[in-house]
């Protein structure tokens, strides 16, 4: 059976998606899917064992000039991908009319959220086969459900399994390290950098080693302020997507904020804490083994307001002691 799966980004979005590919792969042996998804999330399909080939596409880029997109021959190519392959299926797992337009350039049945279960009503339409899967519950698990709704199998009650090798994506470090990852897009989620200081401080005076990734300009300077006199921590050098995953892989460790990297940690299994003010972890925090999630307390917190600062009541004592715990429970299984 070959399947095309539509889930373009986020990159928790994505990420979110691979544990539906590993249940429909236990369950319909011999299944492939083709995933479309934006170019700069490429990568992480090719990851999972069922995906047979990834057709990457730039939504993100193409709108902000549509007719060099046209010009150019990219779009025409684009649709010469998704016609190339008799598919079984095709499931749009992301529910916007982004990606139910897609789906009008591939022939076979369509498979997504009814209008009560999508983010965006009307993309249930583009559908031939719409399913209700609950709001009330976390995203990934949303996802498992509709797969298995699809795909027709039961839906299983095990944990999540991203299917991600992470001994595969290590490299192989000489001393532990602890990876901090503090970047994000809104305002309002940056945890204040005062404390990532105190913090990478109080963990370098421990003897870990730390270290801090960077996606642009901002970050790099944010970063090597962190960093600057600190023992232990080192700012590392510019990473694309895969390098990023091999030092996750490889930590001990992370603290992270609402980003999508933070994500990815717990798809690699790796031991986080997770920080969390003006969003709440319940539809859509990292999921898995391992995953501590602290929300702020303040008057702002858990508003999804992008701009005002809310991290009161998350300091650092709390998440150094948090983290602490963590590595001790880590090193006693």
């Not at 009503?121 to 699809?150: D, G, I, K, M």
Request: proline share 6%.
């Amino acid at each position: 059976m070959r399947v095309l799966l539509i889930k373009t980004s986020s990159l928790g979005d994505v990420i979110h998606s691979l544990p539906a590919l590993t249940d429909a792969a236990r369950a319909i042996p011999g299944i492939q899917f083709d995933w479309v998804v934006e170019e700069g999330f490429a990568e992480i399909p090719a990851w999972h064992p069922a995906v047979a080939r990834v057709i990457p596409v730039a939504i993100r880029r193409w709108r902000k000039n549509l007719w060099q997109t046209f010009k150019s021959g990219e779009w025409q190519r684009f649709k010469r991908r998704l016609g190339e392959t008799q598919y079984d299926l095709v499931i749009d797992a992301q529910g916007l009319l982004k990606s139910a337009w897609l789906t009008c350039y591939v022939k076979a049945p369509v498979a997504g959220l009814d209008r009560d279960s999508a983010r965006e009503p009307l993309a249930s339409r583009f559908y031939n086969r719409a399913y209700t899967v609950p709001r009330e519950q976390h995203a990934l698990e949303r996802v498992r459900q509709l797969f298995a709704q699809a795909l027709d199998y039961p839906l299983p009650d095990t944990a999540a399994d991203y299917g991600l090798n992470r001994a595969q994506l290590a490299d192989g470090a000489a001393q532990p390290y602890l990876l901090f990852l503090h970047g994000t897009t809104w305002p309002s989620k940056h945890w204040p950098e005062a404390n990532w200081r105190a913090l990478a401080e109080q963990m370098s005076e421990q003897g870990w080693a730390i270290r801090l990734p960077w996606g642009n300009a901002v970050e790099k300077e944010r970063a090597e302020r962190i960093a600057a006199g600190v023992e232990h921590a080192a700012v590392l050098p510019k990473l694309n997507l895969a390098g990023v995953a091999k030092v996750i892989a490889g930590a001990s460790a992370c603290v992270a904020v609402d980003t999508g990297l933070g994500h990815l940690a717990a798809a690699l299994d790796v031991p986080s804490i997770s920080l969390y003010g003006p969003t709440l972890p319940g539809r859509v925090g990292a999921y898995g083994r391992s995953q501590v999630h602290l929300c702020a307390s303040g008057p702002n917190a858990g508003l999804g307001d992008r701009h005002k600062p809310c991290f009161d009541g998350l300091d650092v004592e709390r998440v150094a002691t948090q983290l602490q715990a963590l590595l001790l429970a880590e090193e006693t299984v």
